[in-house]
């Protein structure tokens, strides 16, 4: 237990201080899942109040960030928007971590690269494109603060993480009736307010899919529904076609075509038709816990998958912020597999 935690801190510091690691031996997808003898440690994640201290603590750092408490969890956590607005005309993107509290790597992207926009490693984009980060809009279940039973959680550590809000409800299903108070924080005080163009909603899915007979690192997805603006759809696909290319290119990405549903219950749908703007769902590999074996992944491939959404903001930034994604090739589109579950047993 001891080394594998190791092994994972090290490679996520070696990959982060070299900015672009050597290509490793075998593509993130294939890494070790739980297999019912790994221990799920959450250690390496923030908790809800350790990521509120790190966004406070770039907040007094960057000139450029503006940190915004956009209104309360169930169980009265603030829910924060780190913004950076250089110019309001600027095209604008939202990036969306953690609806389901259980999905906590792409949090930890967000928050490295909420770092590396006070760096030099980012010179100049945001001066073409402003960005938007919420992370963790369910810190109560990204805690485990919740009122239903937790029995059957697979992490270890003393916390526990849920899909669920602290109410049992699914927040990527309530963008229709907006009834919970993480929902109507980002409908009333972010979607409503900026003038967004692009917006990635993160997640994490199980562990066993697969495209072309490999284990995949993630899935991407378009709005689905048929009331989305086919312009809508068509800069999504864009979106798409950018962090296709960031990440299925590195030799450690592969992605397929996530297999979704048209309800505009679900942000993707449902914000590209309530807002017309271009979403994109990006469901990384292996949730951080579950009661479901296959579902959680061992921490071994945690550096890659943290690196992958850092990434995938990274690149979409960059191409909003020169233009590119206006001439994004879609046609990869066309041909993308949808991915399958590995048969394990
Ligand atoms: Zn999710």
Redesign the pocket.
């Known amino acids: 237990m001891k080394t594998s935690r190791t092994v994972a801190a090290l490679s996520l510091a070696v990959l982060l201080a070299s900015g672009a690691a050597a290509a490793p031996a075998v593509a993130v997808g294939e890494g070790p899942n739980y297999g019912g003898n790994e221990t799920i440690n959450t250690s390496i994640l923030h908790t809800y109040d350790k990521m509120v201290a790190e966004l406070k603590k770039q907040d007094a750092r960057q000139p450029a960030m503006e940190l915004e408490v956009i209104g309360q969890s169930v169980k009265g956590r603030d829910l924060y928007l780190a913004k950076y607005i250089s110019d309001p005309d600027n095209p604008t993107i939202l990036y969306l971590t953690q609806?389901?509290g259980n999905?906590q790597l792409t949090t930890e992207g967000a928050l490295e690269y909420i770092k590396h926009l006070g760096t030099g490693k980012t010179k100049g984009v945001l001066d073409g494109v402003n960005i938007l980060v919420v992370p963790m809009l369910n810190p109560d279940g990204a805690m485990g603060d919740v009122d239903f039973p937790l029995d059957g959680y697979i992490a270890d550590g003393g916390r526990t993480l849920t899909?669920a809000n602290a109410t049992g409800t699914d927040l990527?299903r309530d963008h229709v009736a907006k009834i919970q108070p993480e929902t109507q924080a980002l409908h009333e005080n972010v979607m409503s307010v900026y003038g967004i163009d692009y917006m990635i909603d993160l997640?994490?899915q199980g562990t066993q899919s697969e495209r072309d007979g490999e284990l995949v690192s993630g899935s991407i997805l378009f709005p689905t529904t048929p009331n989305a603006d086919p312009a809508v759809v068509e800069g999504s696909k864009r979106l798409g076609a950018v962090v296709f290319d960031a990440v299925d290119s590195t030799g450690w990405g592969h992605l397929g075509r996530y297999v979704g549903g048209s309800a505009e219950t679900i942000s993707r749908n449902g914000i590209a038709v309530e807002y017309g703007i271009s979403t994109l769902l990006f469901?990384m590999r292996g949730m951080s816990d579950n009661t479901n074996e296959s579902a959680v992944l061992g921490q071994k491939s945690n550096g890659y998958l943290i690196k992958q959404t850092v990434t995938t903001l990274d690149a979409t930034a960059r191409a909003i912020a020169d233009g590119s994604i206006d001439t994004a090739d879609t046609s990869f589109w066309d041909t993308l597999a949808e991915q399958t579950t590995r048969d394990t047993e």
């Open positions: 609806q389901h999905e899909r990527n997640h994490h469901e």
